[in-house]
């Protein structure tokens, strides 16, 4: 049961957020079907990261498809006995690191059990772009609140839509395009796979925010020999370089770097 003492002393914070959704004895998600109608699922958190909460879907249920095509979703929070209800709005960010998965399984002995045989067939998952809000059905003023992304985690670069920036990716993309694919030593390597997969990662967001940008040059160019290559350092990108936003074209420039990216690589755990 949610006490008093839990809401009375409640910060708006991811730790004192998962802590509430521990005590819940009902929690569900709200998500978008298959068929596009609303939908909800039952589903527990299983730890706090970092400022992220993480939970589980597993590859073959429908709140892993539904939220792998629509990552907005809504959990919701009732306790009958105080009338206590929250409601937690974000987008579910799923990762394919190791160390999620065993820290999942970790957190949760049904989970272990479960897919003790396939542990691949479950998806860790984080909430990110959370926001928060008390509802008034048990007497308290409604409280609505942003919770901070969770560190960048998964989320990476993010351009602003300015003519600028737009003009100097383009000349980048050019530029990276009239380098090739010469052999190169292994750090020298890896350094050019991480910067190209930041120019993907910035040329998704640039093909959205102006539909009109030619963003061939990066497909040609990039070094990758797969696809699945090809995501893994993208997103491998994001989670090195972490949410900052992008401006003015001297961002564009310094994130790009080979010395940038040579300083986040040295800086990783």
Known sequence: MISDRMIRDFTEDAASVMALLREAPV???G???LDKLPAVHPIRPLFERDGALWFAAAKNTLLYAELSLAPACQLGLC????????RLSGKAAFSEEPMDLERCLAESPALRALYAQEPALLMPFCLTGMSAEFDDACGLPVRSFILPDPGGLLTGPVLKKKTELRDRLARLLKE????GNTPLDA?????????DGLLLVLAEQAKSLWPRMDIQPIE???CFETYDEREDFMRRAKKLIGSVTLDKPEDL?????????????????
């Open 27 to 29: 929690l569900m998600i």
């Open 31 to 33: 998500t978008r079907g």
């Open 79 to 86: 306790d009958p006995e105080t009338g206590f209800s929250f």
């Open 176 to 179: 990276r395009e009239a380098e």
């Open 187 to 195: 750090p020298a390597a890896e350094l050019r796979r991480v910067r």
């Open 220 to 222: 040609r160019a990039a």
């Open 253 to 269: 420039t310094y994130l790009l770097s080979p010395d940038t990216i040579r300083e986040k690589l040295a800086s990783r755990p």
